[in-house]
C-alpha cells in the first residue's frame, strides 16, 4: 500500500531561519510522481512541485530548495531565509504513474510551520 | 473566475439531513475528485471520476456517494449526514498527457458542521 508520513506535525522558526520539512513515502511502484503543496492560513491548496520518480535531481526555485532522493524514500523541502508569509500547513503527497490508475492522490498529514517575525 | 468552483463554501447541518456539495471546473480536465481534510490526518480520497460515465471509489466512500453530471461539474452526497463527517471538502480537477498526471487544482473548499 501507498504511504506517505510526515513526522513533523509543528514546526516555529524565527523569520530568515532556514527550515527543512521532511517527507517519506512508502509505494511498490517503480514509477510516480510526488508532491508538494501549501495550504495558508486563508485554506485553499497551493501546488508547488511535481516530481517524477526518475528525476533524482534536486530543484530549486527562488528560496524553496527540494531533495529527492528515492535510496532513502524521502522528498525533503526546505525553505531559505523564512518569511512570515511562509506560515503554513504544508503537504507531501504521491500518485500512481500509469493513466488507469486514476491519479489519486495519497497525503502525508502535514507540516504546519509557523514564521515569528 | 476561480477555474474550479465549490458550492455552497460553508454549510451547517443537523445529524440525518441529506446534503449536496457541488463542483464546477473550467479547466477542460476529465479527472475529478473529492477529498476531505480533518485535522491531523490530511486530505484522504473519497470518490473519484474518470469521466462521466466512470466513477470510482477512494479511500472512505462510505457514507458519501457522487454525480458526474457532465465533464466540468461532479457532485458529492451526504445521504444521511453524521457528526464525525464534519470536515473541509476539496474537489480537484487533474489531467494526463505524454509526461503523465500532473499537478491537481483545487476548488476552495467547502467547510461542513453537522450538528
Known amino acids: 500500500a501507498q504511504k506517505v508520513t510526515q513526522a513533523q506535525t509543528e514546526i516555529s522558526v524565527v523569520e530568515k531561519e532556514d527550515v527543512t520539512l521532511d517527507c517519506v513515502y512508502e509505494?511498490?511502484?517503480?514509477?510516480?510522481?510526488l508532491f508538494w503543496y501549501k495550504q495558508p492560513p486563508s485554506g485553499e491548496l497551493v501546488f508547488l512541485i511535481r516530481?517524477?520518480?526518475?528525476?533524482?535531481q534536486n530543484e530549486i526555485s527562488g528560496r524553496y530548495s527540494w531533495n529527492f532522493q528515492k535510496s532513502t524514500s524521502s522528498f525533503n523541502f526546505t525553505i531559505t531565509a523564512s518569511q512570515v508569509v511562509d506560515s503554513a500547513v504544508y503537504f507531501c503527497?504521491?500518485?500512481?504513474?500509469?493513466?488507469?490508475?486514476?491519479?489519486?492522490?495519497?497525503f502525508g498529514q502535514g507540516t504546519e510551520l509557523s514564521v515569528k517575525p | 473566475d476561480a477555474d474550479v468552483t465549490q458550492t455552497p463554501r460553508n454549510r451547517i447541518t443537523k445529524t440525518g439531513k441529506r446534503i449536496m456539495l457541488e463542483c464546477s471546473q473550467t479547466?477542460?480536465?476529465?479527472?475529478m475528485y473529492w477529498y476531505r481534510q480533518d485535522p491531523g490526518l490530511g486530505l484522504r480520497l473519497i470518490y473519484y471520476?474518470?469521466?462521466?460515465?466512470?466513477?470510482n471509489k477512494g479511500e472512505i466512500s462510505d457514507g458519501y456517494s457522487v454525480s458526474r453530471q457532465a465533464q466540468a461539474k461532479f457532485s458529492l452526497s451526504l445521504e444521511s449526514a453524521i457528526p464525525n463527517q464534519t470536515a473541509l471538502y476539496f474537489c480537484?480537477?487533474?489531467?494526463?498527457?505524454?509526461?503523465?498526471?500532473?499537478?491537481?487544482?483545487f476548488g476552495p473548499g467547502t467547510r461542513l458542521t453537522v450538528l
Open positions: 509505494t511498490r511502484d517503480t514509477t510516480y510522481y
Open positions: 479547466k477542460g480536465h476529465d479527472r
Open positions: 516530481r517524477n520518480s526518475f528525476d533524482e
Open positions: 471520476s474518470f469521466d462521466v460515465k466512470d466513477i
Open positions: 503527497a504521491l500518485s500512481e504513474a500509469y493513466r488507469n490508475q486514476g491519479g489519486k492522490l495519497i
Open positions: 480537484a480537477t487533474s489531467d494526463y498527457s505524454a509526461g503523465g498526471y500532473n499537478e491537481q487544482f
